[in-house]
Nanobody
Framework: QVQLVESGGGLVQAGGSLRLSCAAS????????MGWYRQAPGKQRELVARFTSGGALAYADSVKGRFTLSRDNANDTVYLQMSSLKPKDAAVYYC???????????????WGQGTQVTVSS
């Protein structure tokens, strides 16, 4: 069974920092894209930052210059360093990956369970 295990959410004051981690575990053959989305109450889920299938790094305009996505390929893990947090950054953050599970031959999209980020003003 393949899982995306997230950690690092919590409560922080505006202007503060948090670091989210997401580790893919299980029988994985290949990961071609991995990153983070977020969903605030009453809003659609949106991209935050992602390593794309071509290896590029994509950020939402709203987080550029404040958030940094990094990865540890050896451990199938991505990290989202969030700085200068604003109340509007508050949301449930979801890890996302396009991967091939052992025994399959196609990429499929997987999601983590989500981690709450709360930013107090």
């Amino acid at each position: 069974q393949v899982q995306l295990v997230e950690s690092g959410g919590g409560l922080v004051q505006a202007g503060g920092s948090l670091r989210l981690s997401c580790a893919a575990s299980g029988s994985i053959v290949s990961i071609r894209a991995m990153g983070w989305y977020r969903q605030a109450p009453g809003k659609q889920r949106e991209l935050v930052a992602r390593f794309t299938s071509g290896g590029a790094l994509a950020y939402a305009d709203s987080v550029k210059g404040r958030f940094t996505l990094s990865r540890d390929n050896a451990n199938d893990t991505v990290y989202l360093q969030m700085s200068s947090l604003k109340p509007k950054d508050a949301a449930v953050y979801y890890c996302n990956a396009d991967l091939i599970k052992y025994g399959n031959f196609w990429y499929e999209e997987c999601w983590g369970q989500g981690t709450q980020v709360t930013v107090s003003s």
